[in-house]
């Protein structure tokens, strides 16, 4: 039965007769064997700040439960589900009763908790529930290598909504966006995280019962580490080649694993990076090493297979996260090439077997990884990057999939993953929605309802009665599919926007500048239409706290951004079409919008994020160039 809008949705609920009113002044009794530090006081926190915003004056105690103000309490207890985190919340007419078998199982009936008391005030409705999660480990990557590296506070308030949606695991992906020490040109200009800041988050982490993971990408993926000419003896290949289809270049991404220099390159990052965590895993990635077996290691890969020579350098890198004292996470998408090789890899190392489309066969990969019994993750995406606003119908679609895969052949952990491609234009704002559904789905997907999204993330993260914000983040959303032209991994209204200039050959919405000649016209101005629809219900919202209005004004540029990719479009069909005057008027309009874009983009980049927002929304520019040049061109036409 539905109590309130829950997320994640309880297993079993039961509604009893009648409402029970918290007092005024109450008092809630906590087990004093609960580690204080960690649990015991952290968890009084939550409670007295959730109680706060219902207007009750809540005290925590411990010791004796004879209290006359007492309201409820919290018991370490065989009467929880038998699991870790499994928990038993009644509220009747003699209070709050929480049963659980450990720690976990405690916090997770606190967000219940809190979300209750959000959605009743004082007036709580007398219910029991029984839950547990399907899944061990719930967790949420975010990437901060692309352009856009949030600030602590910004981290820190993401976190804290994570905790109250039952998510227990943090990761954020980092390729050169550490502030290493002996590696400054590498990191300056992108508002590296500092060891500082990590341990600030890793801190609130902890108190959350959230383990912030370490992350750094140690074979593919170092583009900007190998552009560095101490570091470019390292790389597998010299110099830039041409894609198999000849449409982009490939620039030296890849580690040789062969070099002398490269495992004490890696050794110098771990030991530096290592010791501001306190969490014993260690994702080290390793996926998409693109130019492995094309340079320095070619011979060595045609002697003994480029699969030998990838596992033989996985198991180098898992000697020295062992040797300090890590277990080793690893991106699953090349081992799966060489399902002969699993046997080969330490039993201890943990497979993140990834996939971000709604049909991605996790029920075969997942199968495969089972099979070769190496403890492994499925890791679903939030599909919004490279469409600005969204892709939510194939994000919930995807994370669905992976949910019932990974909990049927017996995955330990779900990690939703948030990438940055294209430089990462989109914020925060637009995640909430698939990190909602993600984090309801690993916790039980049978019991998971997506009509609770909306009323969930308004009452929760958009702190917006009326609920129009969230509504308008759905539609947006959803607002792709007006195009009638599906692309994997991105959207028009992200792709078009954010093209590299064509001479640059680069990888990313490289096809931005050829989706005018694909889509047509009527499905444009559908698109734009759907898109200020929303905008304009998005106008009407009114967050009652600061952090709900910076979301706001995030999620609307994103929007006016995906905007002006339709507007782009047309901008190219009138110029296709040699209708000159129109192409002008549009060049010209288009340019003042751009320009509005840039300056509102760079004075709130400053409240959420670090460094400039110089390798975020660079793409602004090539368009305002594109626009002027056509301005210069065109002839007015009779």
């Not at 089972?370 to 890791?379: D, E, G, I, R, T």
């Amino acid at each position: 039965m539905k109590i309130a809008p829950l997320l994640p949705c309880p297993r079993v609920c039961e509604r009893l007769p009648g409402f029970y009113y918290l007092p005024g002044q109450a008092v809630l009794h906590l087990d004093s064997e609960l580690p204080g530090e960690t649990v015991l006081l952290p968890v009084a926190e939550r409670l007295r700040s959730g109680a706060e915003a219902s207007g009750v004056k809540l005290e925590v105690i411990t010791g004796s439960p004879e209290h006359p103000r007492l309201a409820g309490r919290a018991i370490r207890s065989a009467a929880a589900p038998d699991h870790p985190e499994g928990y038993a919340l009644r509220i009747d007419r003699g209070g709050i009763q929480i049963h659980y078998r450990e720690a976990g199982g405690l916090r997770a009936a606190v967000a219940t908790l809190r979300q209750l008391m959000r959605e009743h005030d004082r007036r709580l409705p007398r219910l029991a529930i029984r839950d547990y999660p399907d899944f061990i480990r719930r967790g949420v990557m975010l990437d901060i290598s692309r352009g856009r590296v949030p600030n602590v506070q910004t981290l820190i308030g993401l976190v804290e909504h994570l905790a109250d949606f039952k998510i227990n695991e943090f990761q954020l992906y980092i390729e050169h966006t550490f502030a290493y020490r002996n590696y400054e040109r590498v990191w300056k200009g992108w508002g590296a995280l500092t060891g500082g800041d990590v341990l600030k988050l890793g801190a609130r982490c902890r108190q959350l019962g959230i383990d912030l993971v370490p992350n750094q990408n140690s074979f593919g993926h170092l583009r900007y580490w190998l552009e560095q000419p101490s570091l470019k003896k390292l790389a597998e290949v010299s110099g830039p080649y041409a894609s198999e289809d000849g449409t982009f270049l490939r620039r030296p991404s890849t580690l040789a694993p062969g070099h002398p220099g490269t495992l004490p390159f890696l050794r110098g990052l771990y030991d530096e990076l290592l010791p501001h965590f306190t969490s014993r895993r260690f994702n080290v990635g390793c996926d998409e090493p693109w130019d492995l077996g094309r340079g320095r290691s070619s011979r060595l890969c045609a002697a003994r297979g480029k699969g030998r020579v990838y596992v033989d350098f996985l198991r180098k890198i898992h000697r020295e996260v062992s040797m300090r004292g890590r277990q080793m996470m690893f991106w699953g998408d090349i081992i799966l090439n060489y399902p002969e090789l699993m046997r080969d890899l330490p039993k201890d190392v943990i497979a993140l077997n990834w996939g971000y489309e709604a049909e991605h066969p996790f029920e075969r990969e997942a199968a495969q990884f089972a099979k070769s019994k190496l403890p492994f993750y499925v890791c679903p995406g939030t599909s919004s990057w490279m469409t600005l606003i969204g892709r939510h119908d194939n994000a919930f679609a995807n994370l669905r999939a992976a949910a019932v895969a990974g909990h049927a052949h017996g995955a330990e952990g779900y990690l939703i993953t948030d990438w940055g491609d294209g430089g990462h234009p989109q914020p925060l704002a637009v995640s909430y929605l698939p990190y909602l559904a993600g984090a309801a789905l690993c916790w039980c997907a049978k019991s998971f309802d997506e009509d609770m999204l909306v009323p969930v993330l308004s009452r929760d993260v958009f702190l917006e009665p009326e609920q129009r914000m969230a509504k308008a983040a759905l539609g947006l959303g959803f607002a792709h599919r007006a195009f009638k032209h599906q692309t994997p991994n991105l959207t028009p209204f992200g792709a078009v926007i954010a093209a590299p200039p064509t001479e640059r050959r680069e990888l990313v919405c490289r096809d931005g500048l050829n989706y005018y000649a694909r889509i047509p016209e009527r499905n444009i101005r559908a698109a734009l239409e759907q898109v200020e629809t929303q905008r304009a219900i998005l106008y009407r919202a009114r967050p009652t706290q600061r952090s709900g209005v910076i979301l706001a004004v995030e999620l609307d540029m994103a929007a006016r951004m995906a905007g002006q990719s339709c507007k782009f479009m047309l901008w190219q069909q009138a110029v296709a079409a040699g209708m000159n005057s129109r192409a002008r008027r549009l060049a010209i309009a288009g340019i003042r919008e751009l320009r509005e874009l840039e300056r509102d983009f760079r004075r709130c980049w400053p409240l959420r994020n670090k460094g400039t927002p110089g390798k975020c929304s660079g793409f602004l520019k090539w368009r305002i160039e594109d626009y002027r040049q056509g301005v210069g061109r065109f002839e007015v036409d009779g």
